[in-house]
């Protein structure tokens, strides 16, 4: 499957952004997905996952209860609702693609249970 991200942009501190990542070539409710970040210097960190449905999301704590994430199987596309940013949040994101039989729970949050991964979109929160 392929995967296109877009939607990021420089925003000034509490303010908010959507990311959104494109899927195509296969079935795409077939897959769970998450978003990762990677910072200048730091590791791929996990944000955010959903389970193929829709029904189950999993959120770092760095970001809970300020981002959501969500997808929309009809049009093959998955969603990061980004709010209440903070300079911390800069970073560039990646969406990625899981299959829906490689297990779940603590599988999302690991960059090596993916199999596809997007090129990553630039978000930069000013202070």
């Known amino acids: 499957v392929q995967l296109q991200a877009s939607g990021g942009r420089l925003v000034q501190a509490g303010g908010s952004l959507r990311l959104s990542c494109a899927a195509s070539?296969?079935?795409?409710?077939?897959?769970?997905m998450g978003w990762f970040r990677q910072a200048p210097g730091k590791e791929r960190e996990f944000v955010a996952g959903?389970?193929?449905?829709?029904?189950?999301?999993y959120y770092a704590n760095s970001v809970k209860g300020r981002f959501t994430i969500s997808r929309d199987n009809a049009k093959n596309t998955v969603y990061l609702q980004m709010n209440s940013l903070k300079p911390e949040d800069t970073a560039v994101y990646y969406c990625?693609?899981?299959?829906?039989?490689?297990?779940?729970?603590?599988?999302?949050?690991?960059?090596?249970?993916?199999?596809?991964w997007g090129q990553g979109t630039q978000v930069t929160v000013s202070s």
């Open positions: 990625a693609a899981r299959p829906r039989s490689a297990g779940s729970g603590s599988y999302y949050f690991t960059p090596s249970k993916y199999d596809y």
């Open positions: 959903i389970s193929w449905s829709g029904a189950i999301s």
């Open positions: 070539g296969r079935t795409f409710n077939n897959y769970g």
